[in-house]
């Protein structure tokens, strides 16, 4: 099965990219599943229940998030909805949504790194639980981990290496080239990037960051509108009778 995984979509500009690019890739790149971090989709922080509802439309099957998934508090309830809107599975027990979801034959889960990023359960330990706990863990198992420390996304993929079929990393919105498979069947990247503006600052605009930068004064962030959008996205070839990624190459695209 071939599974096409985007980067952090960043306000109405990935939104948009998003309509325009993904509904071509399903039929170029003939894809059986589409995830998408959507963790920064509405207006930058967060994302909404009308904002999931656009990029599904679009022809995302599944979105995951990270951090800023509480950023919107209007999602919180949907999240214990059949809305396919994922937070992390190693927030504490009781915490609003599931960590995990499992479409067809395909398991996805969603961790978040606690390196520079916060005080969370300990994403290891909260992977092995959920694939030691479960009964029935299906052929196809992707993990998005979200996470700011490059080491800690490389230690999670050998961690994971031939017990799931792929690690991905977002969070940074950095596109990296380390695309492969690792020695036992798991296809793993550091980060998948963003879909949104180039001329900006990991999609935000570049004026406002260097404020927070030159001054250390608190400044909002405002989504960058202008000039072109990048689509930033891994597709990954997997084997479903038993998981093992077969190929895994970036899928990268630019519109005005």
């Known amino acids: 099965m071939r599974v096409l995984l ?24 003939s894809l059986d599943l589409v995830i998408a971090n959507g963790e920064n989709s509405a207006g930058g922080f967060g994302i909404t229940s009308k904002v999931a509802g656009e990029l599904l439309q679009s022809g995302v099957d599944l979105i995951t998030s990270g951090n800023h998934i509480w950023d919107q508090k209007e999602i919180i309830p949907y999240l214990d909805t059949e809305l396919p809107v994922l937070r992390p599975l190693n927030y504490p027990p009781g915490t609003p949504g599931r960590g995990y979801a499992i479409v067809g034959n395909v398991m996805v889960v969603n961790l978040i790194g606690r390196v520079f990023v916060g005080n969370f359960d300990c994403p290891f330990r909260g992977i092995d ?12 198992v992707i993990v998005d981990f979200h996470a700011e ?29 380390d695309t492969m498979i690792l020695t036992k069947g798991t296809g793993y990247v550091s980060d998948l990037g963003m879909v949104g503006t180039v001329q900006s600052v990991i999609g935000s605009e570049t004026e406002d960051a260097l404020a927070r930068f030159l001054t250390q ?14 689509f930033n996205s891994v597709l990954i070839d997997i084997d479903d009778s038993n998981g093992t990624a077969k190929s895994i190459q970036r899928v990268d695209r630019e519109i005005d």
Do not use: C
């Not at 985007?6 to 790149?29: M, N």
């Not at 639980?129 to 196809?140: A, F, N, W």
């Not at 004064?217 to 509108?225: C, F, I, Q």
């Open 6 to 29: 985007i980067g952090d979509i960043v306000g109405k500009p990935g939104r948009s990219a998003v309509k325009s690019i993904l509904p071509s890739l399903r039929t170029e790149l």
């Open 149 to 177: 420390a490059t080491a800690e996304k490389v230690a999670m993929g050998w961690y994971l290496d031939g017990r799931v079929s792929a690690v991905v990393g977002t969070h940074t919105h950095v596109a990296t080239a």
């Open 217 to 230: 004064a608190p400044k909002r962030l405002r989504v960058a509108t202008k000039g072109p959008k990048k």
């Open 129 to 140: 639980r959920l694939l030691d706990e479960m009964s029935d863990v299906p052929p196809v």
